[in-house]
């Protein structure tokens, strides 16, 4: 057990691969990936959680971040001259205008106070509050996909 078997359960292929998709694929590739950070499978698997990082017995890391987000990869217009984080709720170039999470009304990850920043500051947080971000941008994505069938 460790981070080997958690990737073949909930994170199979990398964000890079699942962002080349659908923005449908993509956010399934990210709530899978967020509904393998509950306590009761970091258990199952030997891992503990460091802030944004996966850590195993053998210290192999995996970073929760933008580089294993698959919107993150597909949506985020990174511009050097603001960075990743807006302390403001201005809309920067950075600030993922087009990642579903923000399209469906909720409030961008790199945003002080954002259920991912509120993750990373705390390692007792479980991750559900991203869970329920995911789906609630599932449920808009499907909708604009029929819209536009």
């Known amino acids: 057990m460790g981070i080997k078997s958690w990737k ?65 990869e597909k949506y985020m217009d990174y511009d050097p001259n603001y960075g990743l984080f807006d302390d403001t709720d201005n809309v920067s170039p950075s600030e993922c205008a087009e990642c579903p999470i923000v399209l469906s009304g909720q409030r961008s990850c790199n945003k002080p106070n954002s259920v991912y920043t509120q993750y990373i500051s705390d390692s007792e947080n479980s991750g559900a509050a991203m869970v329920k971000v995911l789906k609630k941008a599932l449920k808009w994505a499907q909708r604009q996909q029929k819209k536009e069938a």
């Not at 199952?44 to 959680?49: E, F, I, M, S």
């Not at 802030?51 to 294993?68: E, F, W």
């Open 8 to 72: 073949a359960e909930f994170y199979p292929t990398t964000a890079k691969q699942a962002a080349r998709k659908s923005m449908i694929a993509a956010i399934e590739h990210s709530l899978r990936k967020w509904e393998g950070l509950s306590q009761k499978q970091l258990k199952k698997h030997g891992l503990v959680r460091e802030y944004a990082m996966l850590i195993d017995v053998n210290r192999v890391v995996l970073d929760i971040d933008n580089s294993t987000c698959a919107l993150c």
